[in-house]
Every structure is written in C-alpha cells, then in structure tokens.
C-alpha cells in the first residue's frame, strides 16, 4: 500500500475522533433491571416537574449535573422530575388512521348516496360506523404518551462521560 492509499483509509477516523465528544446522558432507568432510556443533548423530552405539575417540553440543549437545559430558555433541575412522558408511536399511527378512516368513511358514503340519489344522505349505520371510528382514535389519545413516574420504580439521574480533570476517577488516586 503506498502513502497515498494510507492517508485516504485512516483520514476518515482521524476526523471522526474530532466529532466525538464525551458528553452527559440523562438516564431514566428501571431500579434492578435492565430497562433504560438514554437521552442525549439534541433529544426530545417530555417532562412533568415536582413543585406545581408543570409540564416541560422541548429539545435537550445541556445536561448538567443537577439540570437539564430544554429550548435554551427553561432549566429543569434533576430532582424535580416527577414523571417522564415517553411516546408511543403504534398507538399514535392506529389513532391517526383511524381518525382519518372514519372521516373518510363518512365522506365516501356521502358522496357515493348523493351521486347516486339515494334518499337518506346519512344513513344510520354511517354515521355509528364512522362516529365510533373516530371516537375510539379520540379514545387513545391518553395512552399515547407512556407515563414513567419516578419512585420506587424508576430512577433518573446523569451519567458523566466526560474525561474531565474535575471528574474524580476512584483508580487514580
């Protein structure tokens, strides 16, 4: 291999060691097992704090050892956090479809019996088929969103990953 060849296949980890930074992970964790969830500066976070149930949504700038810095403007201290709001996209993507389905439904037969001259517009059978359809996406909305509430159960704290002098190493004394 010449010099050349050697330079372009290692190039690309010399620069990728640039981009990797150590950084701090906020964790919510399940006490004794093997459940967690990682979130990372750059991550969406939905948060519900201690002091008066207020609700904190937003996009990870900083994660300190005693907060987190949401939308730049609005820090939420660690110990404050009583839940943390996790997504459920399956239940969200059958909510959506099925809204949209039951409205579909009711607009199709509409049209369909008013092309065709039928007498009765809305039929009763419709409009169950098509309410029902949408009120049990209206149904889901409230599981939507995973409540993890911190106790017993669930723990949040920070992992340092930095290599800092600050941060005191047990092997090195």
């Known amino acids: 291999m010449n010099a050349l060849s050697r330079i372009l296949v290692f190039l690309p980890f010399f620069l990728l060691v640039n981009t990797v930074d150590a950084q701090r992970v906020l964790l919510v964790e399940k006490a ?16 519900k704090t201690a002091p008066y149930n207020t609700k904190h949504e937003g996009v990870i700038h900083e994660v300190t050892d005693t907060s987190i810095l949401l939308n730049f403007d609005d820090e939420v201290m660690i110990e404050d956090i009583q839940m943390v709001l996790r997504p459920r996209w399956g239940l969200g993507l059958i909510a959506k479809i099925t809204r949209i389905a039951g409205a579909g439904y009711f607009v199709l037969d509409v049209v369909n019996r008013s092309i065709n001259s039928e007498s009765p517009i809305v039929t009763q059978n419709t409009a169950i088929i098509s309410a029902s359809m949408v009120a049990f ?33 047990p092997f090195q004394r």
């Open 32 to 47: 004794g097992k093997f459940r967690n969830y990682k979130y990372f500066v750059g991550d969406d976070i939905i948060l």
């Open 137 to 169: 996406s209206y149904a889901l909305l409230p599981l939507q969103k995973r409540r993890i509430k911190r106790g017993e159960k669930w723990r949040v704290k920070v992992l340092n990953m930095s290599m800092d002098d600050d941060v005191p190493n």
